[in-house]
């Protein structure tokens, strides 16, 4: 939508207070806006509703009007302005009880929606004192794509000579509802098909802008112009033929849908209500002359809001607008009842909107009377009362009579009828005095009653009140006094009462005057004079008349506090701790004498607290007792009757300093060392009024009466040095300010601290024993205090050692030692003063001892105990490889019988310096066994399955160590012998063996275990089995073998004595089973055939046929070397079954036969059709197939897959139900 440039709504143009829009007039001929006779006229400029008007101000700029509005025009030489209109529009001039309006109207040939080609109108004469106008239409009744394709557009033209595109419609309003600058907010929602049409619109409009419009778009905007919209542009105008070709394409795909929308019929008014009503119109339609769009173009688009207005003053009054949507259909609500109204429909559709239909009209009906208004007191007695009453809006019936409920003075809330008629007032007796009264009041017409009206209250009258006492005074002031009066004696409570209050002021001679009326019992009169008498009066008054007044009172307002006494000053020189104040009278003592002065004092600048140092009526004072060099502020304040004056101004005063006083005695700060001392001092309590800037501290040495200054300065410590320890030396101290140095202080002793003591000379070491020493030394020079303690430190290392004792002794046990090891040691003194210097370190030697306990005794394993050669002069590294190895089936025969022996090993212990030369090893009752230096022995001859309690002792040159610690070990039983082998069960590939006695599978509580070896092709025995059980079966052997084998047995004895060697042989293989031999009838014999098998190791293989006839045994019907037979004379009735089987014909042993072939069924021949026959064949065939059984391992193998299958499934089922 196009923007205006300050456009002003129409409700502000039809105010009055918006002056007219037009140049001031000479100030000799005043404008004549009544009539048109004058040199200057009013021209009231008619704006119909969406149209806009345009007028130059004075300063330059454009300013909009829309309609509708009357923008009234002055006419400097009394003739009407001319009017340019655009092509289609003529002017026409109407006078009106002596006001000329201009109208623009169409000419006849013009029709909605058409355009006239646009052409320059000739200049307009000149009017000096007139602004240009432009008729301008709204925006809403004609989109912008209508006037943008104008390049250049009006706004660069002249004012005067600018031309607008007006709408069809020329209806004149002279009263119109406010309508929005820019257009209504509901409308700027587009559908899809308005959108694409005001697409289209768009770019043809681009395009004819650049075709024709190209040179007028040059000019920039000017600084005190609009800015550019639809409707103004800046360009230059184009050429007349141009516009007219834009306009006229735009014209031709708008025009239809202008007319569209203007089509609309009148609503339909159904439902009428008193106060509302319901509306329904049918949307335009496009009309029977139009083409209907052609293939390719875009179908216009449907009117998409709709707005209804409605005028309740005559079909050409106000409109309003009551509805803006889309729907077809509108309830009107809160309108007037028994009213006659006018409603019209406009359609709009995005930019466009048509022309408002036909208006119909309705009556709405008729209903009970408004709410009346409350009843109003006419006049009252003190026992009746008259009422007054307005008529309400009857609504469309005539009120009949009215309805008045009182409460009849009982203050209940219940309400009884006390009148009922025709009249509009009422009144009412017999009512008591001075009494309140409720009443309410309601209409009634044909149509009912109306709702009661507010509840109002009134009080009846009563007797003129008596005199009030007279008034008393409440608190006085210094100009106003408070009053207060009590209300009449005798005074009904319900009785309003007023009061007023005169007073007459002492000496003035006018009388009393009223200073208040009104309901309250006390007033504060204001204004007064200070210290001034004013006499008083009540008078109470009501409905019926006053009262005498009371007795006069008389109060006296209070005197004003005095001013601020003058000329506040010091009376000579300032001394350090006083000075003399003087001070004259103030000049308005506030209408009373002044009583007293009061001075205040306050110390230092920032006036924390004023203290009081003087009272009195004497004009001058003392103030003593100050600090010197101090800063004081003093000031003074008068009192009278009327109250305290105001402060002076604060007045400064500087008192002159004096010397400091005496400091207190200065102090060690921390302990006294002993070469140096360190001195703090405070600053003195009394400065003197200045700041110590300096301070003098003096030593006195002992012996010595004169002192010595050791520093001077401005700090509050210092340090005094080259002292020497234990010495008790004297200070003191003074400070200076600018007014000199004050006195000293006392004399404070302090005495050196003691010195850390000397070295001590190297400490004498004297060995007790191979574990024990005893340290000793001297005292060394303490230096001024005696030694405290001494600290020994001792060490194997001179770089580690520790401190082991902190005593007042002068030698210290060592405990604890090892024989034969070198220590360091020395020592330290220490006293109050601190530590002193450790002495040189001293190296000692404890002498050598018998070796140390064996701490770590290990038993050997058994394979550490077999017999080797080289066993005595194998290492440590040796033996730890033997253990890795793996054990060799034929290891070397133990020499050491775990059960008989035992074998130990232990660590070697200190020697203690002295090499060990043998090992004893106690037994317990048997002998003790001793041993050379070394760490291995294995002792023999014992028991088997006996426990021993062994411990090991080491010795030296010097003796017998400590034994260790005891342990028991235990020898093991005696191992089991062999058991006897045997061959249970034997195959052409397997042997079964059995041993001892006890059941095949090994038990779990069995500690018995067997070794069962067989001898291999290189004689050698391999191991086979070794565990518990009883039973094994050798595999994979060769036919017609025999196989050497030995067994032993073991437990946690050891491993028994192999047995002798047993031998077993395997048996010859039989011949392998052969195929399902093949059986063919010839007439009425058959022949049967069968595979060949090779010779096995040499031995020829020879067959072995039988036959079977019916429900018979098998019979042998050929035993030899070939592969097939013929079987003559078969029975036709009887079946036959064949098998054959492998026979191996040994050299030196019996023939072996081997399994026999599936067995293979001949049928009986049938007579039969050849179908049956055929068939029948079929049969055979089949029947003659070979069945195949599976073997031992098929078998195993099918049954585990099936439990693994089982088991998945089980699996499955748990992971899915049960865990899930």
């Not at 405290?788 to 401190?803: K, T, V």
């Not at 049928?1163 to 197939?1185: C, H, M, V």
Request: charge should be negative; glycine fraction near 8%; hydrophobic fraction near 30%.
């Amino acid at each position: 939508m196009a923007e205006h440039t300050s456009p002003l709504e129409s409700g502000q143009l039809l105010s009055p207070d918006i002056p007219m829009l037009t140049s001031p007039p000479p100030p000799s001929h005043p404008p004549n806006i009544v009539n048109g006779d004058g040199p200057q006229q009013v021209i009231l400029v008619q704006v119909n509703p969406g149209e806009a008007f345009t007028i130059q101000r004075d300063d330059g700029q454009f300013q909009c009007i829309t309609g509708p509005a009357q923008v009234p025009m002055m006419s400097p030489n009394g003739s009407v302005p001319q009017i340019y209109v655009p092509p289609g529009y003529v002017q026409q001039i109407i006078e009106e009880n002596g006001v000329r309006r201009v109208l623009v109207l169409p000419q006849t040939e013009f029709h909605p929606g058409g355009h006239s080609p646009l052409h320059h109108p000739p200049p307009p004469p000149p009017h000096a004192h007139m602004q240009a106008f432009i008729p301008h239409p709204h925006i809403m009744h004609a989109p912008p794509h209508l006037y943008s394709g104008m390049a250049g557009g009006t706004g660069d033209m002249n004012p005067q000579y600018i031309s607008q595109y007006h709408p069809a419609h020329t209806t004149i309003y002279s009263e119109q509802d406010t309508h929005p600058p820019h257009g209504r907010a509901a409308f700027a929602h587009r559908d899809e098909r308005a959108s694409k049409t005001y697409e289209r619109l768009q770019k043809k409009l681009k395009e004819r802008q650049g075709v024709g419009g190209g040179g007028g778009g040059g000019l920039a905007p000017s600084k005190d112009s609009p800015p550019p919209s639809p409707q103004k542009s800046r360009g230059t105008p184009p050429s007349g033929g141009d516009l007219q070709n834009g306009l006229g394409e735009l014209d031709e795909e708008a025009k239809a849908f202008q007319e569209c929308l203007n089509s609309i019929c009148k609503p339909v008014v159904t439902d009428i209500q008193a106060r509302g009503a319901s509306l329904s119109w049918v949307a335009p339609s496009r009309t029977e002359g139009e083409d209907e769009p052609k293939e390719g173009e875009e179908v216009p688009a449907e009117p998409s809001a709709y707005e209804v207005s409605v005028s309740y003053s005559g079909k050409d009054g106000k409109y309003k607008t009551a509805y803006s949507g889309e729907e077809l259909s509108a309830t009107l609500q809160d309108l007037r009842p028994a009213t006659d109204y006018h409603v019209r429909v406009q359609a709009m559709c995005n930019c466009l909107q048509g022309v408002p239909s036909e208006p119909v009209s309705f009556t709405t009906l008729s209903c009970e009377p408004d709410t009346p208004s409350p009843p109003r007191k006419a006049s009252g007695t003190k026992s009746s009362l008259v009422l007054q009453w307005k008529a309400p809006c009857d609504n469309g019936s005539k009120i009949q009579n009215y309805i008045l409920q009182w409460d009849e003075g009982k203050g209940t809330g219940q309400f009884e009828q006390c009148y009922y008629g025709p009249q509009k007032q009422y009144r009412l007796t017999k009512l008591s005095t001075a009494s309140r009264y409720s009443f309410r009041l309601a209409a009634k017409n044909d149509m009912g009653v109306s709702e009661f009206s507010e509840v109002v209250h009134i009080m009846t009258s009563c007797s003129v009140p008596a005199p009030p006492l007279s008034p008393e005074l409440i608190q006085p002031g210094v100009t106003w006094l408070c009053v207060r009066w009590q209300r009449p004696a005798g005074s009904p409570k319900e009785d309003d009462i007023g009061y007023v209050l005169e007073m007459e002021e002492e000496g003035s001679g006018y009388g009393f005057q009223a200073s208040y009326d009104g309901d309250e019992l006390s007033h504060t009169i204001r204004n007064l004079h200070r210290s001034t008498t004013y006499r008083f009066r009540v008078i109470a008054y009501n409905a019926e008349g006053k009262s005498n007044p009371s007795a006069v009172s008389e109060f006296t307002t209070a005197p004003d506090r005095p001013g601020c006494p003058c000329r506040l000053a010091v009376k000579g020189k300032p001394h350090p701790t006083s000075f003399r104040l003087t001070w004259d009278p103030p000049k308005d003592n506030g209408g009373s004498d002044v009583t007293k002065y009061v001075v205040e004092l306050s110390e230092g600048l920032s006036v924390s607290s004023w203290n009081q140092v003087y009272s009195g009526l004497a004009m001058e004072c003392v103030c003593d007792g100050l600090s010197p060099g101090c800063s004081y502020q003093t000031r003074v304040h008068c009192i009278s009757a009327g109250g305290e004056s105001p402060l002076t101004e604060a007045l400064q005063v500087q008192t002159p300093p004096v010397p400091p006083g005496p400091c207190q005695p200065p102090r060690v700060v921390g302990k006294p060392k002993a070469r140096e001392v360190q001195i703090r001092w405070v600053p003195p309590l009394v400065d003197g009024g200045s700041a110590v800037s300096s301070y003098s501290l003096e030593m006195f040495v002992p012996q010595v009466e004169e002192g010595r200054e050791v520093y001077q300065g401005s700090e509050l410590d210092c340090t005094v040095g080259s002292l020497l320890p234990g010495r008790t030396y004297g200070f003191r101290i003074r400070g200076a300010n600018k007014a000199g140095f004050g006195p000293f202080s006392e004399r404070s002793e302090v005495t050196t601290g003691p010195g850390a003591p000397e070295m001590c000379r190297p400490p004498h070491v004297t060995c007790k024993s191979p574990t024990c020493a005893v340290v000793s030394w001297e005292a060394p020079p303490c230096n001024g205090a005696a030694v405290s303690e001494y600290r020994l430190e001792w060490g194997a290392a001179e770089g580690s050692m520790q401190l082991c004792y902190t005593g007042a002794a002068l030698s210290h046990e060592m405990r604890g030692l090892l024989p034969a090891t070198n220590y360091f040691c020395r020592v330290q003194a220490v006293n109050v003063a601190g530590v002193g210097s450790f002495s040189d370190g001293v190296l000692c030697q404890t002498p050598c001892s018998v070796p140390a306990t064996v701490s770590s005794v290990h038993a050997l394993r058994e394979s550490e105990m077999r017999v080797d050669c080289r066993t005595t002069e194998r290492g440590e590294d040796e033996e730890e490889e033997e253990e890795e190895e793996e054990e060799d089936e034929e290891a070397t025969p133990l020499l050491y019988s775990p059960s008989t022996c035992l074998g130990l090993r232990w660590e070697a212990p200190c020697d203690h310096g002295s090499e060990i030369t043998s090992y004893l090893i106690d037994l317990g009752e048997k002998q003790p066994i001793l041993t050379g230096p070394v760490t291995k022995y294995i002792i023999q001859n014992l028991q088997p399955d006996t426990s021993y309690r062994i411990r090991i002792q080491a010795l030296n040159s010097l003796g017998a160590g400590p034994f260790s610690h005891t342990f028991k070990l235990k020898t093991k039983p005696l191992p089991p012998l062999p058991p006897r082998l045997e061959c249970t069960a034997s195959s052409h590939q397997t042997l079964r063996l059995k041993w001892g006695d006890g059941p095949g599978k090994a038990q779990p509580t069995d500690s018995l275990q067997y070794h069962l070896q067989m001898e291999d092709k290189n004689g050698r025995f391999i191991s086979l089995y070794k565990g518990p059980c009883h039973t094994h079966k050798v595999q994979r052997l060769n036919e017609s073998t025999s196989y050497a084998f030995r067994i032993q047995a073991f437990n946690e004895a050891g491993e028994g004595p192999f047995s002798t060697v047993y031998t077993f042989t395997t048996p010859l293989s039989p011949p392998a089973p052969l195929k399902a031999p093949r059986v063919e009838r010839v007439d009425e014999s058959c022949e049967v055939s069968w595979e060949t098998l090779p010779p096995m190791k040499g031995d020829p293989v020879i067959y072995c046929l039988q036959s079977m006839q019916g429900n018979s045994e098998f019979k042998q019907i050929y035993k030899g070397s070939a592969t097939s037979f013929q079987l003559p004379n078969l029975s036709s009735s009887t079946d036959y079954r064949f098998r054959v089987c492998g026979i191996r014909q040994c050299q030196d042993a019996p023939e072996i036969i081997g399994p026999y072939s599936s067995t293979v069924i001949l049928l009986p021949p049938r007579i039969d059709t050849p179908g049956a026959s055929g068939a029948t064949g079929s049969k055979a065939a089949e029947a003659q197939k070979p069945k195949r059984s599976l073997t031992d391992e098929q078998f195993s193998f099918l049954i585990i897959a099936l439990l693994a299958v089982t088991s998945i499934l089980i699996a499955v089922a748990i992971q899915y139900f049960v865990i899930e």
